[in-house]
């Protein structure tokens, strides 16, 4: 592969030197300024090459995994899983008594109310403020509260709706 690549390039190098030998343009200050940065990008390309050609077989390996549409194992993960709760389990036999390994063990238990909650905290969140902002935007068609213009108009006019 690199004695093909390295014979490509000396023929497209060749290539171009004898087009530069017969359309050589006219030279400012001695230097020919269309070769230099030929021979800039020649320099360049030759480096990037063999750059490519010293990788490790290992980082084409992985591009090649991925390119064959590999997923996640499922089965191997849960196995994991698994064994990591039956050794946090024999570690709470063990320590029975221990602060740290009941703590340990109610987080894992409750690991997943913990994210369900905080998710649902956070919803209930946004739909309050949706729900505040809406309210507010609709009443400034009405006008604004002078004194507190981030009240909506049922909380400004809140004297004069009293009967």
């Keep these: 592969m690199a004695s093909e690549n390295s014979s490509l390039t000396s023929k497209v190098f060749s ?77 709470a036999i063990e320590n029975r008594f221990s602060w740290n390994t009941w703590f340990r063990l109610s987080y894992e238990s409750s690991q997943a109310w913990i994210v369900v909650s905080i998710v649902g905290a956070i919803i209930g969140l946004n739909a309050a403020l949706t729900d505040i902002i809406t309210e507010w935007v609709s009443d400034l068609k009405f006008g604004y509260c002078k004194n507190s213009w981030w009240l909506n108009q049922k909380f400004c006019c809140w004297d004069i709706e009293k009967p």
Excluded: C
């Excluded at 230099?36 to 320099?43: C, E, G, L, P, Y």
């Excluded at 698994?82 to 946090?88: D, E, I, V, W, Y």
């Design 15 to 91: 290539l171009w030197n004898s087009f530069q030998n017969q359309y050589t343009p006219i030279q400012t200050r001695g230097t020919n300024r269309h070769y230099q940065n030929f021979s800039r990008i020649r320099r360049t390309f030759l480096d990037t090459t063999a750059k490519f050609n010293n990788r490790d077989d290992k980082a084409l390996e992985e591009i090649k995994r991925y390119e064959d549409f590999t997923t996640i194992d499922w089965v191997q993960d849960a196995i994991y899983e698994r064994s990591r709760m039956n050794a946090l389990r024999s570690a």
